[in-house]
């Protein structure tokens, strides 16, 4: 039994944490709130937590750094170690969590009880920082709730609080599918949360000496709300995100100005209390107003504006002809590091690749790490780069690639891609002979004016938006939403090509994936050519798992 927690106990809580994780990473890959087969937040958190790991085994003959203890030190490198290889939004908020606690406990001479406690809040903050309008019934709620039962612990000793603080986050987990109606539809609880968990129960081991005795906590019986679809925002036409060197009292003012003009607001820093480096997103409709509160408070830089697709009225005018760009054989426009300016891509499955690659992207494989992004950012040569993920989880990465690339003199915008289809979109434009910042803008309008969707079969009995699903039925997704359930691959997909040419588009561009029935594309293409004559279709071997159809429209 453990009266403090030590540099040694530090390191045995990362492997611990790791082995636990690794062991439950196919469990809590299956907790995903959509029935499709590629849930990745137990993936995601067994890479982030790997990179930590490494982070502490190259360090191992190293004392504290003079400005911290020696657990102090070890934390520090563990939360820098998460961080650069966070994968995901579940990866990154951990890594904001092991700042939290490493920025609480690194002066603290001796950690006991109380100490864990005040730290475990901290560590909450830290992540909850980062989320202007937090939703309840994720990993931030499991850790809050943590914080919560530590500081009620908060006079007993270390092993007490630790007891309590896994106790508190296993019944906040039950909880939520009451709070998160997606979890309750989907009949499962939050997979960040269950992580987080899990490490909380591997530091019960490390300090008491005893695996603690529990089960995977399945959802209280919840009925399935039939309320609508959750967005993230609604009614505001643009994404603006920039870069600000600013203190943190300037920031919190520009938050409750920003917070006042729109909605989806998120700021993170890199934990310099005094003047540091903050990422900004911001979903309005005065881009403006936005921007003059980033100048107010302090220097913004690398500035991009998206506009958003489903924003155009049908029938508006679609993106601009590609042109000879669109010709996956050519590389037309400059390379990669062209007047110092570069792009790196995101991309699953060979096709996609090669198409990207030849419009001049260096291209990094799915699901990144923060460290395996900031080497792609480094390789393109550029002092200027634009990023595009093609997913959500990974823009969460960039977003932190965008901080860390600025330290080395690169700046880093990223577009807020969440398909390839958009990355074709965006990099079709690109044009070197104008300013970075205009260019990053033209791209971002590019990318937001190609609307998305792709088709997959369900991984497993679930009940979403467009009404329930068995496995092996195919799915159509919009935007991310269930919009099409069916049996039959090429039907669903005909369909819903016709949904979304319903809405205007002129260009479509399908990208097959490896497990696509030989004529499939083929045939997507023929019921297009006769019933919309007058759109063009682009068909590419896209070689992606999971999804047999990729379809954008612009």
């Not at 989320?131 to 809050?144: D, I, N, Q």
């Not at 050519?330 to 990207?356: E, M």
């Amino acid at each position: 039994m453990l009266d403090t927690l030590d540099a040694a106990a530090v390191r045995r809580w990362c492997a611990s944490g790791l082995d636990t994780l690794k062991r439950h990473q196919r469990e809590i890959d299956d907790l995903n709130v959509y029935p499709v087969p590629d849930g990745d937040t137990g993936t995601n958190l067994v890479l982030t937590l790997t990179s930590a790991q490494q982070a502490l085994a190259m360090d191992l003959d190293t004392g504290a750094d003079g400005t911290s203890t020696a657990h102090g030190h070890a934390l520090r490198l563990l939360a820098r170690g998460a961080l650069l290889g966070a994968r995901g939004n579940s990866g990154v908020i951990l890594s904001q969590i092991l700042r939290g606690l490493a920025d609480a406990l690194g002066p603290v001479p001796e950690v006991g009880g109380r100490e864990l406690a005040v730290a475990l809040r901290a560590a909450s903050d830290a992540a909850y920082a980062a989320v202007a309008r937090p939703e309840e019934g994720t990993l931030l709620t499991v850790a809050s709730a943590a914080a919560d039962a530590a500081e009620r612990a908060a006079d007993g000793e270390l092993a007490t609080v630790t007891r309590a603080a896994a106790s508190g986050a296993a019944t906040a987990l039950a909880r939520t599918p009451e709070q998160l109606p997606a979890l309750a539809r989907a009949g499962v609880v939050d997979a960040g949360g269950r992580g987080f968990c899990l490490l909380l129960d591997a530091l019960v081991e490390v300090v008491t000496g005893a695996r603690p005795v529990t089960c995977t906590p399945t959802p209280r019986q919840v009925r399935p709300p039939a309320a609508a679809r959750e967005t993230t925002s609604t009614g505001y036409a643009y994404e603006v995100q920039f870069l600000l060197d600013a203190d943190a009292e300037a920031v919190r003012r520009m938050r409750d100005e920003l917070d006042a003009l729109g909605d989806s607001l998120v700021v993170v820093g890199d934990g310099s209390p005094t003047g540091g480096t903050w990422q900004v997103h911001v979903h309005v409709d005065d881009i403006g107003a936005a921007i003059e509160a980033g100048v107010v408070a302090g220097r913004p830089y690398q500035i991009s504006v998206t506009r958003f697709a489903d924003q155009r009225a049908p029938g508006a005018a679609p993106a601009a002809d590609r042109g000879p760009a669109a010709d996956p054989n050519r590389a037309t426009g400059p390379g990669p590091a062209s007047a110092g300016r570069g792009a790196v891509v995101v991309a699953t499955g060979p096709g996609i690749a090669a198409l990207l690659a030849g419009e001049g992207a260096v291209v990094v494989p799915g699901n990144p790490s923060t460290g395996e992004l900031l080497d792609a950012v480094r390789a393109t040569g550029a002092v200027r780069v634009v990023v595009l993920p093609n997913d959500p989880n990974a823009q969460a990465v960039a977003n932190q690639v965008a901080v860390e690339a600025y330290r080395s003199g690169v700046k880093v915008s990223v577009v807020p891609t969440r398909s390839p289809v958009q990355a074709l979109a965006a990099l079709a434009v690109r044009d070197p002979g104008r300013r970075f910042e205009d260019d990053v803008i033209a791209m971002a309008e590019a990318a937001g004016a190609c609307r998305h969707a792709e088709v997959c079969r369900a991984g497993r009995d679930a009940l979403t938006v467009a009404g329930p699903c068995r496995a092996g039925d195919v799915l159509a997704l919009v935007e991310g939403e269930v919009h099409l359930i069916g049996t039959d691959l090429v039907e669903t997909s005909v369909a819903l090509v016709d949904r979304m040419l319903g809405g205007g588009g002129e260009l479509v561009t399908l990208l097959v994936g490896a497990d696509a029935p030989d004529g499939l594309a083929e045939a997507v293409r023929t019921h297009i050519v006769g019933r919309w004559p007058f759109v063009e279709v682009h068909t590419y071997p896209g070689g992606q798992p999971h999804y047999p159809l990729l379809v954008g429209v612009e």
